[in-house]
């Protein structure tokens, strides 16, 4: 049986660059890029995002429709256009970002529609990360924390990547704040080792087992790149190791990709072990090519 999925952020437009002047059009954001990989594994995915009236925003909700993503908890706001942000990759695939999002419209969502979260109807997990968190001052993140609440209250699941970046954020002390609170409401924590070290200043894995065994979230995968995974289900830790090991062209969305996978997985009733290889596979694939979204003859299921 599948299950009703939404996912919360923002996605941009997103230039990579081809050569010394020439950059390829596309779009990225972390849990739009999870919700597009959920819905090529078969998930029920609705993205709930704000976009412009623009030329832009109209090729952005396209390219999710085709997708198979639902767009209908998606907000146009009238004079907004989408954020943008562009890639730039090392010889090693791994990549560095330069934004333009100050004016996103997804900032100003929770304030002009207070009535956002009521809208989405019957859902059975949410998903969002701490990038979208760090979209939000601090009433927004309380009336995010508020519905997250209720939200289990009724029987959903929160799903949540702590996804650190710290340009995102006015200080690492006010994103650490923000993300612990978040973490009391989380039922699937899908963070990666190097954020969780960044963050939180952890110096190994089992210092961040710790910190999720004191949090009391039931179920942690943590992503450590071509160490593969580590499971933490109520107290238990397990090991999954990748199965083969690619060489990556861009690392862009390789834990999007693999939260999305894991997810949709879930959402199917797949166990834990099975939703992470299904989550290692797809992130294998998506990180031979170059952008967020990779094109669909490349994801093999």
Not at 69 to 79: H, Q
Not at 92 to 112: N, T
Request: hydrophobic share 40%; glycine share 8%; aromatic share 10%.
């Amino acid at each position: 049986m599948k299950n009703k999925i939404v996912t919360f952020g923002e996605c941009m437009l997103e230039l990579s660059q081809l050569n010394l002047s020439d950059y390829r059009l596309a779009y990225g954001g972390d849990t739009l890029n999870a919700a597009v990989y959920m819905a090529r594994a078969g998930a029920d995915v609705r993205y709930l995002t704000a976009l412009g009236t623009d030329q832009y925003s109209d090729y952005l909700l396209d390219c999710w429709r085709r997708e198979g993503v639902d767009t209908s908890l998606v907000t146009r706001f009238e004079g907004k256009v989408p954020g943008l942000y562009v890639i730039n990759t090392d010889d090693h695939g791994e990549r560095s970002f330069e934004y333009w999002r100050s004016a996103a419209p997804v900032k100003d969502l929770i304030q002009l529609k207070p009535e956002l979260f009521a809208e989405m109807g019957d859902v059975d997990m949410f998903y969002l990360s701490g990038i979208t968190l760090s979209l939000f001052g601090e009433y927004d993140r309380a009336k995010i924390y508020n519905f997250l609440r209720e939200f289990r209250a009724g029987g959903g699941l929160v799903a949540f990547d702590t996804n650190y970046r710290a340009k995102g954020w006015e200080s690492p002390s006010r994103a650490r704040e923000a993300i612990t609170a978040l973490l009391s409401m989380v039922d699937i924590a899908l963070p990666s080792l190097d954020d969780e070290q960044a963050l939180f200043g952890f110096s190994n894995l089992d210092e961040c087992v710790a910190h999720y065994r004191q949090l009391g979230v039931n179920e942690v995968v943590i992503k450590d790149g071509k160490n593969g995974c580590y499971s933490l289900i109520a107290g238990e830790l397990s090991h999954h190791p990748l199965k083969t090991v690619v060489k990556p062209v861009d690392t862009t969305s390789a834990g999007d990709s693999f939260n999305g996978a894991y997810l949709a997985a879930k959402s199917m009733g797949k166990p834990v072990a099975d939703s992470i290889a299904a989550g290692q596979a797809c992130a294998a694939y998506v990180i031979q090519q170059p952008g967020a979204i990779v094109a669909r003859e490349n994801i093999k299921h």
